[in-house]
């Protein structure tokens, strides 16, 4: 099992950046590739960024190139999401997820999930 944790949401105006993190315990993280989804209000939840187990590949949304940015520090069992020049097109909840040996883009088939973090981005 693999507990995770998001934190670092909040209500931001446009343009703001916000970093995220997640916390995870349980089984060796470092064997997990980990990912960030998102899901907005009356959307399917959908992949935003994903790494591999050893921080080596990364993995974007094209939509998003540029202004997202995932990392992660096995020493501390933490994947981050850098976000900038965030838009009100950015308001979601936030989700980190797990999966050995990597994420997949497609939601349900990836292990484990944190609780979620809201992310509000005013106009």
């Known amino acids: 099992q693999v507990q995770l944790v998001e934190s670092g949401g909040g209500l931001v105006q446009a343009g703001d950046s916000l970093k995220l993190s997640c916390a995870a315990s349980g089984q060796t993280f470092s064997n997990y590739g980990m990912g960030w989804f998102r899901q907005a209000p009356g959307k399917a939840r959908e992949i935003v960024a994903a790494i591999s187990s050893g921080g080596d590949s990364t993995y974007y949304v094209d939509s998003l190139k540029g202004r997202f940015t995932i990392s992660r520090d096995n020493a501390k069992n933490t994947v981050y999401l850098q976000m900038n020049s965030l838009k009100p097109e950015d308001t979601a909840v936030y989700y980190c997820?797990?999966?050995?040996?990597?994420?997949?883009?497609?939601?349900?088939?990836?292990?484990?999930w944190g609780q979620g973090t809201q992310v509000t981005v005013s106009s």
């Open positions: 997820a797990a999966r050995y040996p990597k994420i997949t883009t497609t939601p349900s088939r990836n292990d484990y």
